[in-house]
């Protein structure tokens, strides 16, 4: 069958405006394909709303998150309002939120009650699934509106996963099962499913989300189990551009992306997509595009499989990470243990080392910390760290300082020497503490200080992209 999967970000759907142009793209694109399937994130903020909310309850403070819960009301029932349905839908659609809002308010009293003791990374999943849910009720009431057969589907019920609370991994074999169980004849019927994505289930019924930005995860997931011909990402950009163009201005658009490349930018810092989203689709063929919203007569970025261009860097990122630094040699394998161990309990993800190397007098390692823990986690992490070191005598030599990892991606970037020169003499006469090829190839990652890293960005695209 002729099937389409578009994910929809929470820029996409967080006025009324985004969802008119929503709403003609989907009229547009069921008239085109045999079968659609609308994948939606939560509303611009809201996540970090709950999980701010969810910390005020963890505390005690009733006031504080029934504040955010009666801001989140508001704003979803504002939107809800503005998008001129009959009497009748709005009022169904105003039970269903504040249906959904009561369970909130139930699970922020469960966490208050409990305390800290009891909060975890599963009760936070148990609420953090509340902002999709209630972002696919508004634009299935909005298709339905429109003479679609759209009907709101809450992924808990289609997307199996294990237990990692918060970074939940989908069971392929389980997943199908559900959706050729449920999703396949809502399709084979004519109905337009609206699905949450980030979302998922364990086998007992628990609530999981698959990290932020996991709503991609979960479009490409289901593209997989029904055999979709392309999956088309929407948000506020252009589409996949050369640098993020908030800190790069002459940022362009890459017309076109091998799914390696994709995979080595959205892991090394780019936050359109979700790292983990293009290995499936990569494994079945199945094009991805990332188009604008606002401009859907605009091509975006195609991400497929005959994209290879060798010699040619076609984006520059960035990430934040911690280097660890010690006066001597010797293994790495006990610092390496630790790290790891300190960054899953304090972030809830282990450490990936980007770059390790010694001599007879000293030690250099690099770790990457995700996107996925917050703008304040390297400042957090690097105190912690620090103090764990310190606490010992074994560890006590060892230094902790927060760096950038700038990485330009292009296929075969390892095997093209002049490339590889061009790269780093670009950079001039900045400190580069190390330097790393990803295993795919199509990466080189520089290690610079914190305080380098934005002008390093800048004069890498300047000098190679713009030239």
């Not at 969802?19 to 008239?31: K, R, S």
């Not at 992306?257 to 780019?270: D, I, K, Q, R, V």
């Not at 610079?448 to 695209?461: K, Q, T, W």
């Amino acid at each position: 069958m002729n099937t389409l999967v578009m994910k929809f970000g929470g820029a996409s759907v967080g006025t009324t405006t985004a969802l008119a142009q929503v709403l003609g793209i989907v009229l547009q694109e069921v008239a085109r394909w045999e079968r659609v399937v609308v994948v939606v994130s939560a509303l611009d903020g809201v996540t970090d709303a709950l999980i701010d909310a969810a910390h005020l309850a963890q505390f005690g403070n009733e006031r504080g998150y029934r504040r955010i819960a009666a801001t989140l009301r508001q704003r979803h029932l504002a939107l809800a309002e503005g998008l001129a349905l009959g009497k009748p839908e709005l009022a169904a659609l105003q039970a269903d939120l504040d249906k959904l809002l009561f369970e909130l308010l139930n699970a922020f009293q469960r966490i208050s009650e409990r305390n800290r003791e009891a909060f975890s990374a599963e009760n936070l999943d148990e609420i953090l699934v509340i902002g999709e849910k209630l972002a696919a009720r508004i634009v299935a009431m909005l298709l339905r509106q429109h003479s679609l057969r759209a009907v709101a589907i809450d992924s808990t019920d289609l997307m199996m996963t294990d237990d990692v609370f918060g970074s939940a991994t989908p069971d392929l074999k389980a997943t199908q099962a559900r959706i050729n169980q449920h999703l396949i004849p809502m399709l084979d019927r004519g109905i337009l499913p609206v699905v949450t994505g980030f979302i998922g289930a364990t086998s007992s019924g628990k609530p999981t989300t698959l990290g932020r930005g996991g709503s991609d995860y979960s479009a490409s997931v289901f593209a997989v189990c029904i055999q979709a011909r392309e999956v088309w990402v929407w948000s506020d950009v252009d589409g996949i551009m050369s640098a993020d163009p908030h800190e790069v201005p002459g940022a362009q658009v890459v017309p076109e992306l091998s799914y390696a490349e994709m995979a080595e930018l959205a892991y090394f810092g780019a936050r359109i997509l979700h790292s983990r989203m293009v290995a499936p689709l990569q494994t079945h063929a199945i094009p991805l595009r990332v188009k604008n919203v606002y401009k859907p007569q605009l091509a975006g970025t195609l991400i497929h499989a005959g994209a290879h261009t060798s010699g040619v860097v076609k984006s520059v990122t960035h990430i934040h990470g911690l280097s660890l630094s010690a006066q001597h040699g010797g293994p790495l394998t006990d610092i390496v243990t630790l790290v790891n161990t300190h960054l899953q309990k304090q972030i809830g993800s282990p450490s990936d080392v980007m770059v390790s190397a010694q001599s007879a007098s000293r030690s250099f390692l690099c770790v990457v910390v995700p996107t996925s823990a917050g703008p304040d986690a390297v400042n957090h992490l690097t105190d912690s760290l620090t103090r764990e070191l310190q606490a010992g005598d074994k560890f006590r030599d060892w230094g902790v300082e927060p760096v950038i990892l700038v990485t330009a991606i292009g296929d075969s970037i390892n095997t093209s020497p002049t490339l590889i020169a061009r790269v780093i003499g670009a950079l001039g006469d900045l400190t580069i503490l190390g330097a790393s090829f990803g295993p795919g190839g199509c990466s080189l990652s520089l290690v610079v200080r914190a305080s380098d890293g934005e002008y390093a960005l800048s004069r890498l695209h300047e000098r190679i992209i713009e030239k």
